[in-house]
């Protein structure tokens, strides 16, 4: 059971970071092609549409992070 724990320490700030990532490129990527197919209108649809998914993005990180540190801390529950 500690190695799992141990494993599960490490794991989910991993996948948290790399899931993070690969939004935050794909996201420049879409705007970088778009950018390039349509210079006037439709890039700046994507960059507000990327603005967007940048701050839910931030909240789902905080999210996680508060609940991995909540499950991760000891709790004396006294009922």
Request: no cysteine; charged share 10%; aromatic share 12%.
């Amino acid at each position: 059971l500690f190695v799992i724990e141990l494993i599960g320490v490490i794991v989910r700030p991993a996948s948290l970071s790399l899931r993070l990532m690969g939004n935050i490129f794909g996201d420049h990527t879409v705007f970088g092609i778009m950018s390039d197919l349509v210079p006037l209108v439709v890039p700046s649809i994507f960059l507000g549409l990327g603005i967007f998914v940048s701050f839910l993005q931030a909240f789902v990180f905080t999210l996680l992070s508060a609940i991995y540190i909540a499950l991760s801390v000891a709790h004396d529950d006294d009922h």
